[in-house]
């Protein structure tokens, strides 16, 4: 806190300073580098429902938030939680500065609800993930069997 106002403060004195800032490059310190590994569906078992699970890596300064997850294949994508065993819907998940979020069975997941159409393992399912920050990021997320782990890989 105590840095984030010292470095506005230098900027108000100084117009050079704040351009540099906000021109700055893709390793500042102010900012998120967002990237995403592992994705998948298991091939789900029910007809309108699937989880997708995913990691998405930070290796910026600046720490940011998933605010929203959406699908051609789903009328809707919500983010879940898993604590003490019981999931629940979360508006956001946090990705910290130089840290990760990870979905994970067991964990945090998406689930894509009101599906229209059952992915198939071996096919290829486009998500689209909004970040606070960044934007957007599309993820090519390929659907596995129905008991896939990526510890085995099968
Ligand atoms: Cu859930």
């Given at each position: 806190m105590r840095r984030r106002t010292a470095v506005l403060a230098a900027g108000a004195l100084a117009g050079a300073l704040t351009l540099t800032g906000c021109s700055g490059?893709?390793?500042?310190?102010d900012r998120a580098e967002l990237s995403v590994s592992s994705p998948y569906m298991p091939?789900?078992?029910?007809a309108d429902m699937a989880a997708g699970f995913l990691t998405i890596t930070n290796k910026g300064g600046a720490g940011d938030r998933l605010t929203s997850v959406s699908s051609d294949v789903a009328g809707q994508v919500t983010m879940h939680s898993t604590e003490g065993g019981a999931m629940a819907e979360k508006s956001s998940f946090a990705v910290p500065a130089h840290g990760r979020l990870v979905f994970e069975s067991g964990g945090n997941h998406l689930m894509f609800e009101k599906l229209k159409h059952a992915p198939k393992q071996g096919q290829t399912v486009t998500v689209r993930l909004t970040f606070a920050r960044s934007g957007r990021l599309t993820v090519e997320m390929p659907v596995q069997s129905a008991t896939y782990h990526p510890s085995t890989g099968h």
């Open positions: 490059s893709a390793s500042g310190p091939q789900p078992v029910s």
